[in-house]
């Protein structure tokens, strides 16, 4: 990890831990309650309603792994542009992602919350060279501002309960 991020990191686990146990589909994480959020049939005042956020959050994180980095690093606050130094250094950090997993093979699951003033987008998918792993993209929004960026490992499906049969154990027939 680069130590110019490692700041960045303690806070931005204890939001990724919250966004990713926030869903139901997320496995065992779906025993902790979903996290508040706003109805979208009533979205509060200064805030986009979540299909808004779902369809801007998609869209840049279809850009994100395109690796058409302008508009996202444009949408970034202040802050979260200084957690990635530079656009040279984001582009890099996406390039070297791309290099290592490839391109996303499968979305796993797409939702919206609201959390204080941030309305969040996670995006869980599964990509060509690890598939057995589920890595989140996390957004916050504040208005049209991307004020929080953060990737997390949601899933690894690599030791699966269910995909692997214990040694010395034969499966019986129907």
Do not use: C
Request: glycine letters at 10%; zero cysteines.
């Amino acid at each position: 990890m680069n130590p110019a991020h490692r700041r960045a990191f303690p806070v931005l686990t204890l939001l990724l831990g919250a966004a990713l146990h926030g869903g139901p589909g997320t496995g065992a994480a779906a025993k902790v309650p979903p996290p508040p959020t706003t109805p979208a049939s009533t979205p509060r005042r200064g805030r986009a309603p979540p299909q808004a956020v779902m369809t801007r959050g998609r869209t840049l994180v279809q850009d994100f792994y395109a690796v058409r980095l302008d508009g996202l690093w444009r949408a970034f606050s202040p802050d979260v542009r200084a957690q990635w130094g530079t656009l040279t250094d984001f582009q890099a950090f996406r390039r070297g992602g791309l290099a290592q997993y490839g391109p996303e093979r499968q979305v796993v699951q797409e939702r919206t919350f609201t959390r204080g003033r941030e309305v969040y987008y996670v995006r869980s998918a599964a990509f060509e060279k690890a598939p057995e792993l589920v890595w989140a993209v996390v957004l916050g929004f504040t208005g049209a501002q991307v004020t929080t960026f953060g990737i997390a490992l949601e899933e690894d499906r690599r030791n699966a309960p269910v995909a692997r049969q214990p040694e010395g154990q034969r499966r019986a027939s129907p």
